[in-house]
């Protein structure tokens, strides 16, 4: 888009008013004139006639505000900017305010999608000043705030940062859960403490890693220690023991091969191996050894290729780098503190040539003395620390070495190769180079190896030292570990202090590594203590003890391998740990939870959407946008929440669990503020419902100890435990035999429960007696000897009319066996007015929902299809036989349903499934989108929905093609091959033209009646037991067990017929024309 560019007037007046054109995502135009006007949201078909008013605002400081929020813009919101683009500026003033105005509705957008919590904007400095408010006014005695006083409070102490009046009531309902209208200062700091320490808790969470244990153990021959563990481009393990025996392993530690290099003398030591490492561009091992000697040797065969002897010192630490093509790098460090290079060009002649040298205990051998007269070799040796070098290693991204020793003045070091920086130094060197020349014939070792000056070396002191050492250039980091048992941060650049320290283990550190991709660090104590460290957090993510991870005997090597994630472990034994890592997430697929999502609600005081999950994990999610806003876990232990409902002021949450426990959170910071349950034996919680009666309030709680517990919610009770309310006597008396699965409640007394039998209990809550019993009818289609689901996990009221006690019209609407919906009337002599099966395939209807005026119901089965039919005038007066008003239907989801809920204000529905996703539509059935995708929508924009797009697992699921009406009521395919064919012009064709060979098939039996028997009898929906909706997905993701055979094992399998090979002439007489015969006519 051109920016800048002047608009042509089209007329005479336009040319009073022309502007320069600027790009409408960068800086709108702005208008000289104000006009004060007061601007509301627009209405949108979804919204419905919800406004909100804005103060009058000119339109240049409109222009500034704009301005300042299209510096960040979604990309639907970008093209809706763009479409709403004009060709030129109207001179017209009341279109230049519809203009503006509908940008101030994009502008709207961009706010809801950027508004944050007051609470994540409150500052140290700012928090300060609120608690000598709130002594303040504790001083002149007012102990507690209310609305308007907390109001004033926080603008004064929140200024200069702006904070609106609707930010500040939300925090102070958040704080107020209870609904007393007033807050203490200890409340509000227990708010905010709570909250940020499960922010930094859900934080964790997101970035947790473990290894999984315990560990793969290998035995291996009892031997020498192993010195070190280097891997390979495909990720092949190399150890080297100290008696000289290098072996290779695979990623799953298998031994691949093992050889001893040495010999063992007759009249000799044993030669022992120092270290070693791999000159992986020439298929190399480098071997150092206690007789001052590096040795190479063939790494496909272990055949000795030659040596460099006569060191001057033991090389105890050995590293290798490839500096340019034909260019390397071998480095050592000895027990004099000193770092030796050798820096080798050529390498591919130079290493032939060596071979060929006289052998020395069957090695070609050089002399390091004879090595250095060598063109192609350049000697270089540093003395760096005070004692012996505990690690080395040269890094090319940053040209330098780094080494390590347990001397503290120079505990490690990084420094150049080559030599010093500076002139002074440059020109001593060729001075005393010049004097003796003379007596000098070539290069010679010094005796007294030199220091590098100060510029070419940064020296970092440690306390006790540094034992090792690990770098990561990505996250420019060195950390090291020693005998003080404290991990240090440190910045490559800054060797005055750490910028980070990491205590938690109880034995020296003996290795560390760093992943970059994870940022992690991975580190070991002597005590085969292993941890994870989050770089950036700088906490400890994962411990785990010699016990856990089997790991025993003396740590002797260690080594991360990045291309498996895995850490290999030297000491008795050979360990292999596996960082367990999350699945990635398949391209397309967006999930709310981790776990399947077992119930969900909309909160309409706060506009929340709550959604717990088998995990016992509950989220907090924007409903405007469907940003995550907060979480917490083990809500209920280890046990999943099965229920979920909210109490009259909305500010707090109640959910029930497996552990049969009923739990009170204030669910804006997680805080547990009462749990309910009963003292002897608790069992499962299915459902639950807040109610309020003669201005006492209850929570009612039903499941599988088959009694209706009610607790009473008092803010005057202060105990954490509360136990249930006396149980109701008919409940005890004549109640429900079998589990209670759903519980409804429709003001002002009356309350509806439903069994595992298939029985509805209507209760009178104010004498707890009951009303009246409901029974489902058996369905008279079914074999007598085919089991079937008669369970009732679905109650809605249709309050509209339950309110009318003298109507015959259906009040109620529960699910039934085989995928029925029933409604049933509370106050006629016939209770079953009416039954339909929404599903076309007569899946189980799992959830249903109704419109607040009883127009509209919704109807989710198992397999994740929405059903819509209109039921205004539905069952009003006698009973129904056909099936009400179809709507519309669309699949939301790709397996069970368990909840719906429609969102009246906002023209919404809400689903949830245990294929862990939670999902917004219309009404009409658009996506909106699901809650935890990457791109926010906005609710009142549906330009920023999903739709007409759908999601990618519904789109790709078979289940979801469209049923074709030819489909529908085929005979099995085995039936259509039985068949004998009653074509009688077939037959007379077929037995006029005789085929050459033509045996008789034999006749295959139908099995299509024993694989029916055998699928009922594996089916969930009719297997019998205690078990819930929830757990048909877990049958269902179930292994196959292994077993006898079963029908599909036993069906009857014949050979094929061989045809002869050979073949007569096709008779083409019956088509009254051979044109092979022409077409040969026609060549001729």
Request: hydrophobic share 35%; proline share 5%.
């Amino acid at each position: 888009m051109a920016l800048r560019k002047a608009a042509r007037p089209r007329s005479a007046s336009g040319k009073l008013e022309t502007f320069p054109r600027g790009s409408i995502l960068n800086e709108p135009r702005e208008s000289t004139a104000k006009t004060e006007a007061s601007f509301q949201r627009a209405q949108t078909s979804l919204g419905g006639s919800r406004f909100q008013a804005v103060s009058p605002v000119s339109l240049r400081s409109f222009s500034e505000e704009a301005r300042e929020e299209s510096s960040w813009l979604p990309e639907w919101l970008e093209k809706e900017l763009l479409k709403g683009q004009q060709r030129s500026h109207s001179i017209g003033l009341l279109e230049n305010i519809l203009e503006h105005e509908g940008f101030r509705r994009h502008i709207d957008s961009v706010k809801s999608l950027r508004k944050g919590k007051i609470e994540q904007q409150v500052t140290l400095e700012q928090l300060q000043k609120l608690n000598t408010a709130f002594q303040e006014l504790e001083k002149n005695g007012c102990k507690s705030l209310d609305i308007e006083k907390f109001k004033q409070v926080m603008k004064k102490c929140m200024a200069p940062h702006k904070t609106s009046d609707g930010q500040i009531q939300k925090l102070f309902m958040k704080i107020d859960c209870a609904a007393t209208g007033r807050i203490q200062w200890d409340e509000f700091c227990t708010y905010m403490q709570l909250e940020y320490a499960e922010q930094g808790m859900s934080a964790a969470r997101l970035k947790e890693l473990t290894f999984s244990l315990p560990a793969v153990i290998e035995e291996r021959s009892h031997g020498e220690p192993v010195l070190r563990i280097c891997s390979l481009f495909d990720n092949t393990l190399v150890m080297t023991q100290e008696d000289g025996v290098i072996s290779f392993w695979s990623p799953q530690l298998k031994l691949k091969r093992s050889k001893m290099v040495f010999e063992k003398p007759v009249n000799k030591k044993s030669k022992w191996a120092t270290d070693f490492t791999v000159m992986t561009h020439y298929n190399k091992l480098i071997l150092g050894t206690g007789d001052r000697e590096i040795q190479l040797y063939e790494m496909s065969n272990f055949e000795p290729y030659c040596q460099i002897s006569g060191l001057e010192v033991i090389p105890l630490k050995l590293d290798y780098c490839c500096t340019d093509p034909d260019e390397c790098m071998i480095l050592y460090g000895d027990d004099q503190g000193c770092v030796n290079i050798l820096l080798l060009s050529s390498v591919g002649e130079l290493l032939r040539m060596w071979k060929k040298l006289p052998k020395a205990e069957n090695l070609p051998s050089i002399g390091i003395e004879n090595a250095v007269l060598s063109p192609n070799v350049t000697y270089i040796r540093w003395k760096v620390h005070g004692d012996w070098v505990t690690q080395l290693h040269y890094y090319d991204s940053i040209k330098a070495v780094i080494s390590t020793s347990n001397h503290e003045p120079t505990a490690l070091v990084i420094g150049c190769t080559v030599g010093a920086t500076n002139v002074e130094q440059q020109m001593k060197k060729i001075k005393d180079c010049g004097k003796d020349s003379k007596a000098r014939k070539g290069p010679v070792i010094p005796r007294i190896p030199p220091k590098r000056a100060e510029g070419d070396q940064t020296v970092f002191q440690v306390y006790k030292g540094v034992k090792t050492f690990a770098f990561c250039k990505k996250n420019n980091l060195i950390v090291t570990g020693g005998m003080d048992r404290i991990i240090r941060m440190w910045n490559p650049y800054m060797s005055g202090q750490p910028t980070g320290m990491l205590r938690s283990h109880t034995a020296p550190v003996c290795y560390l590594s760093i992943s970059a991709e994870d940022a992690k660090i991975f580190s070991i104590s002597t005590d085969n203590t292993i941890k994870i460290w989050d770089i950036v957090d700088q906490t400890c993510l994962f411990t785990a003890c010699s016990k856990t991870s089997g790991i025993k005997g003396e740590l002797t090597a260690c080594h991360y391998t990045p291309g498996t994630r895995s850490l290999c472990v030297a000491a008795d034994t050979l360990a292999l740990l596996h960082l367990r890592l999350r699945p990635p997430p398949e391209p397309h697929l967006v999930v709310s939870h981790k776990e399947p999502v077992l119930c969900c609600k909309y909160n309409k005081e706060f506009r929340h959407m709550v959604s717990c999950s088998e995990g016992s994990v509950v989220k907090v999610w924007d409903f405007e946008t469907g940003k995550h806003l907060f979480e917490f876990s083990g809500a209920h232990g280890g046990a999943a929440i099965t229920c979920l409902t909210f109490d009259v002021s909305g500010r707090r949450l109640i959910t029930g669990g497996r552990d049969g426990c009923l739990k009170i959170w204030n669910y804006n910071n997680g805080h547990c503020l009462n749990t309910l349950k009963r003292e002897d034996k608790c069992a499962e919680v299915c459902d639950c419902t807040y109610v309020e009666v003669n201005r006492s309030r209850y929570i009612i709680a039903v499941g599988w100890d088959r009694r209706i517990s009610m607790y009473f919610d008092s803010a005057d009770d202060l105990h954490h435990f509360q136990k249930p309310q006396p149980y109701w006597q008919d409940d005890i008396s004549c109640g429900h035999k079998e589990d209670i699965l759903c519980i409804a409640q429709c003001p002002p007394n009356l309350l509806a429960t439903s069994s595992y039998d298939g029985e509805i209990i209507i209760w009178n809550m104010i004498s707890g007696h009951i009303y009246r019993k409901l029974h489902t009818s058996f369905p008279t289609h079914c074999a007598g000897t085919e089991a079937v689901d008669t369970s009732i996990t679905q109650l809605v009221f249709l309050r509209t009319r339950a309110v009318k006690f003298e109507s015959t019209a259906a009040s109620l609407i529960s699910n039934g066996p085989q995928g029925s919906v029933n409604f049933w009337s509370l106050f006629s002599g016939i209770p079953l007015t009416a039954s339909f099966i929404p599903s076309r395939v007569k899946s189980h209807i799992s959830s249903i929902a109704v419109t607040a005026d009883d127009s509209f119901i919704y109807a989710a089965d198992d397999d994740g299809y929405v059903y819509v039919y209109s039921i205004k005038d539905y069952a009003l007066q006698d009973p129904e036989r056909e099936p009400p008003k179809y709507v519309n239907h669309w699949r939301a989801h790709v397996n069970i349903v368990v909840s719906v809920e429609v969102v009246d204000e906002e023209k919404v529905l809400l689903s949830s499934s245990i294929d862990c996703t939670v999902r917004l539509w219309s009404l009409d059935g658009e996506y909106i989108g699901t809650f935890g995708q990457a791109e926010p929508w906005e609710i009142f924009t549906p330009a920023s929905w999903k739709h007409p797009r759908v999601p990618y697992e519904i789109l790709i699921d078979p289940q979801s093609m469209p049923i074709h009406p030819m489909l529908e009521g085929e005979p099995p395919v085995l039936q259509l091959i039985n068949t004998e064919p009653s074509n009688v012009t077939l037959e007379n064709s077929l037995s006029k033209h005789e085929v050459s060979y033509n045996p008789k098939l034999p006749q295959v039996t139908n099995p299509d009646l024993d694989i029916k028997e055998e699928i009922n009898q594996r089916s969930y929906a009719q297997a019998l037991g205690k078990r819930l909706k929830q757990e048909h997905y877990k049958k269902i993701k179930r292994p196959l067990a292994p077993g006898g055979q079963n029908t599909y094992h036993i069906i009857n399998s014949y050979e094929v017929v061989i045809a002869p090979p050979i073949c007569e002439k096709p008779d083409l007489s019956v088509l009254g024309t051979d044109y092979f015969y022409e077409e040969s006519l026609g060549e001729d």
